[in-house]
């Protein structure tokens, strides 16, 4: 099915729509993208009728740049989008998509931690007509012992208390027929948690397991801040139960306290005055004002995420567009204009 809507795959702009869309967020990787663009147009060659390797510069302060315009001019299959600064690699993924035209879209690393050679059974995968296709990594032995201790806790309480589940192992490795890519483009959500929502989108899913490489050069460009803020996006995106727990917590600390308030009446009234606790009563007034801005805190987090949703600032800026050729599917800023569907799958 797949392969005849391919060779059908001219739109009206006349150029030709490749069948695959290879789309790679980079910042600063100048030692790697080369090696990366290589090794996509060695293994894609043989597989399928055509396709273009987009990568998204985010912002890169390095070298990255004049490599993406020289790798173009030596091969026109190889394009970028440059963003006019760093916006984080979920946004770069979503400008990523806006430019990709192919049938498919395969989402991955620069870093050649996501081998390009397991996009052939990605593409497999999909010609059986699977939609969503994942890869799963099968060990985190390349991260530090910390991140991985702490990505475990995250996925144990996403698991408990998010609104959906999240295959164990899958990342942003993967493969995105046409149809999962414009329900993702349909979410203008700014804080983005891409691995929420390759789940809530559905379709017909799979995993494709693969060994994770070792980062080829460079260092990992998540700090620890970085990814705390990406796990609380991940939360807070996907589970109101942060907000919720307050009710229950303060239904309980009041009850508590009604029946203390009790006791001490009955306690007052049999043996009359007596000298009142200092220090419990220091320490009940700390501890609950203590809670009452951690909840606050929490109502904080959500506030100021509406407060960003509400300004409908673009999702991203393009400063260049190298190689690509006719409009993009989609207006640049997000929400603000989006095309109608006919016009963004480009039938
Ligand atoms: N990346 C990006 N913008 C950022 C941070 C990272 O586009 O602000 C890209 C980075 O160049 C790489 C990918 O996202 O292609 C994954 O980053 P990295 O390998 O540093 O993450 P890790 O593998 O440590 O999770
Ligand atoms: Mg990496």
């Given at each position: 099915m797949q392969e005849t809507k391919a060779t059908a795959a001219t739109t009206a702009k006349g150029f030709t729509r490749p069948e695959i869309s290879v789309v790679v967020p980079v910042f600063n990787e100048q030692e790697n993208i080369r090696a990366l663009a290589n090794r996509l147009v060695g293994v894609l060659t043989p597989a399928v009728q055509s396709f273009e390797v987009i990568f998204?510069?985010?912002?890169?302060?390095?070298?990255t740049l004049l490599a993406l315009k020289e790798m173009n001019a030596g091969d026109a299959r190889v394009s970028s989008v440059v963003l006019s600064r760093n916006f984080g690699k979920e946004v770069a993924i979503a400008a990523g998509l806006d430019a990709a035209r192919g049938d498919a879209v395969v989402i991955m690393d620069a870093?050649?931690?996501?081998?390009?050679?397991v996009i052939p059974s990605f593409i497999a995968k999909w010609r059986e007509g699977y939609r969503n296709v994942y890869g799963e990594r099968i060990?985190?032995?390349?991260?530090?012992q910390v991140r991985r201790f702490f990505a475990k806790r995250f996925y144990k309480l996403f698991e408990a208390f998010g609104e959906i589940a999240l295959p164990p192992?899958?990342?942003?490795?993967r493969l995105l027929d046409r149809q999962a890519v414009v329900a993702l483009q349909a979410m203008g959500e700014r804080a983005r948690f891409s691995k929420g929502l390759y789940s809530w989108i559905g379709f017909k899913s799979v995993g494709v397991p693969f060994d994770v490489a070792p980062r080829?050069?460079?260092?990992?460009?998540?700090s620890y801040r970085k990814l705390t803020r990406f796990a609380l996006d991940g939360l807070m995106s996907f589970s109101s139960l942060p907000l919720r727990v307050w009710t229950y917590v303060g239904t309980a600390i009041s009850s508590f306290a009604l029946s203390m308030a009790l006791y001490f009446l009955i306690e007052t009234l049999i043996y009359g005055a007596r000298a009142p606790g200092f220090p419990s009563l220091i320490v009940s007034l700390l501890f609950f004002a203590g809670v009452q801005l951690m909840s606050l805190g929490i109502l904080g987090e959500y506030i100021g995420r509406i407060f960003s949703e509400v300004k409908?600032?673009?999702?991203y800026l393009v400063a260049e567009r190298i190689g690509l050729q006719g409009e993009p599917l989609r207006a640049e800023h997000g929400l603000t204009n989006p095309l109608p569907m006919r016009l963004r799958t480009g039938d």
């Open positions: 998204v510069d985010d912002g890169s302060r390095d070298a870093d050649l931690q996501h081998p390009p050679e060990d985190r032995a390349h991260d530090s192992g899958a990342g942003d490795f080829a050069a460079g260092q990992s460009k998540f409908r600032r673009p999702l």
